[in-house]
């Protein structure tokens, strides 16, 4: 017996299973993607409407406005991500998934329509938004997580699950939207109800919804492929670049031709003109807001792929009370801290806290992100 008992403790496994240590890689490669694309998400944004809210506290208010301009530029400027693209593309040698046949024409027809119904929907709101009164305006943005849960219901009903902690996070999330713009800039204040803003107001909650969750499904295709064929869980993240870098290119052919047919493009002199910081600050807002708005796609279309549509939509919607504390930190229009700005930065914190809380949960227990 004493000779048995020695042997067993002397033995040595000669076989080593390292899964659980490519698990814990991976665990880490995702969580460093989620943190790097929240960065960018919540620094896009910030930058974008700073510098939205700028070129509307200074346009010359009594010329024409460009209409298209604001949605233009949030796609316009996507020659930029050409750089980190083809990096991935050469030092991974991976070839082209989306447009070689990696998911059908008809998702790709369907995901650059609703981009396109998106952008000019956005262009249409974009013209009165500052109209609007600040509870309509409050109403509106925050249907987009409501627009984006139901959707993603639809679309993912066999793989979405929801627990309470995530139904925490959008309610946390829908508070902090509401006081974020009872506390926010007075451009998005208004005395007068029009309902046509209100409408196009909604149709592009609907359309940004809708846009994640076809960008989700296509990535699940996508992912589906690369099981398929090469056993990996999920393409690389060259994936993300690829398809806002032609669906951008798509969307900007289209506005550019109706910026010129409509002859919105004789407006612009007269609007750098009328910009009462000058010519060159306008050049300045207008290339900061272009290049602010690829971040921010970069970074909301990555959590998409890395996690979800609810959760990009979340982060989404919890920046804005920082960017409410931006407008006070740059003194637009004399806004001042108030409780409602403290109030809604904690909903924010314990929002995406809630849902952090549960992607690490579905780690931990090896589930993959559907919702």
Known sequence: MQSNSQEQCVQIPLHIDHNQTNDSNRRHNKWLTIIICMILAVTGQCIARILEIYYFLHRNTSRRYVVLTQSL??????????????????????????????????????LYLIICSYM???????????????????????????????????????????????????????????????????IYKGKKYNRWVIYTAFCAALFF??????????????ISICNASTRRKQPSFAVVLELLIFSSFLTTVILVAVFFVSGEHHNIKRDMDGFSKGKTAYVRTMVGQA??????????VGL??????????????????????????????????DVFTGIALAMATLSVASYLYVIHKDKCNGEEDTS
């Open 120 to 186: 000019f929907s956005q262009a249409i709101f974009s013209t009165n938004k500052h109209r609007i009164p600040f509870r309509a305006f409050t109403l509106i943005y925050t249907t987009q997580l409501f627009f984006t849960v139901t959707f993603s219901i639809l679309i993912f009903s066999k793989k979405i699950k929801f627990n309470r902690w995530m139904i925490i996070s959008l309610i946390f999330a829908v508070f902090a939207g509401a006081l974020s713009f009872s506390a926010g800039s007075s």
């Open 73 to 110: 530029l949030q796609v316009i400027g996507f020659p930029i991500l050409l750089f980190p693209f083809l990096l991935f593309l050469f030092k991974k040698q991976k070839q082209l998934l989306i447009t070689s046949g990696g998911i059908s024409r008809k998702q790709l027809a369907i």
């Open 209 to 222: 919804s809708f846009l994640l969750c076809t960008i989700r499904s296509v990535f699940d295709s996508l």
């Open 304 to 337: 998409v792929f890395a996690v979800s549509a609810v959760f990009s939509n979340v982060i989404s919607v919890c920046t804005w009370p920082l960017v409410s504390l931006l407008v006070v930190f740059f003194h637009y229009r004399d806004e001042r801290y």
């Open 291 to 300: 290049a602010a708005w690829q971040t921010y796609w970069v970074g909301i």
